[in-house]
């Protein structure tokens, strides 16, 4: 079967030792294989042995490593990527574009075959999809996407775990990323110094299910506010300094 977007690759890690991503995955795999041309993934060593098996047995490219946090696997992943082909991306964390493909694939197929008119597209989220998230996820994002927003010059969502880019700024950011956290400091590497137009998306699909998307261990209620405020520190610090 020929894929429906010939040029554009998708670009994801997971960190899953329990394995909730399974069932999910296998349900959605045929999908994602038609949608995108090439599929390369970063597995944390950490993960699911029967996780690991299932992509091994599918289309995807793999690489299992070790665990060193989202920015380290999401660069290993595009650095990965980019030893294919493609010339357009889509990036997006696996427990994401699981839950997109399950609750609204047809917009999902529709973003894969707009991505060839975008350098760089943030892609946030609907007010509905925001409002499914914890409590602490949305106050805290809140300042995180202020921030962000007085930054690029528009009104975005920096923190939902997606985004779209060209082959030269997948490029540029390969070469300038190196910091904590890489919500808005690939969006700052293109704007700033890729000199390239950043602009911004808000999708239903990035919607939050606790099974899917909610932590991997447990944590206080103070833990999980202060987790998340420590995050929004880290993004918005990174958005003020990139490129300056």
Not at 107 to 125: C, T
């Amino acid at each position: 079967m020929g894929k429906e977007h010939p040029n554009t690759t998708l670009v994801t890690v997971t960190h899953d030792p329990e394995g909730k991503g399974i069932e999910l995955f296998k349900e959605m795999q045929q999908s994602l294989e038609e949608i995108y041309d090439k599929l390369f993934i970063t597995i944390s060593e950490e993960s699911s042995k029967e996780l690991i098996k299932e992509i091994e047995n599918s289309s995807f490219n793999y690489k299992v490593i070790p665990k060193k946090g989202a920015a380290n696997a999401r660069r290993e992943a595009l650095n990965f990527a980019l030893t294919g082909k493609g010339r357009y991306f889509h990036y997006c964390d696996f427990d994401r574009v699981l839950t997109w493909g399950k609750n609204h694939l047809n917009e999902l197929k529709v973003l894969v075959g707009d991505m060839s008119n975008y350098e760089y597209l943030i892609l946030g989220r609907t007010g509905r999809a925001m409002n499914t998230h914890p409590i602490e996820w949305i106050e805290t994002e809140k300042i995180t996407n202020h921030i962000v927003s007085l930054e690029l010059g528009i009104k975005v969502d920096i923190t939902a775990g997606s985004c779209g880019f060209s082959r030269e700024s997948a490029e540029y950011i390969n070469r300038y990323s190196k910091e904590k956290m890489t919500d808005a400091e690939w969006a700052m590497i293109v704007q700033r110094i890729a000199k390239r137009q950043v602009d911004y998306r808000a999708v239903e699909g990035l919607e939050y299910e606790e099974e899917i998307n909610g932590l991997n261990r447990t944590i206080s209620e103070s833990e999980k506010w202060f987790s998340r405020l420590r995050l929004s520190y880290i993004i918005s610090e990174t958005a003020m300094k990139i490129g300056k």
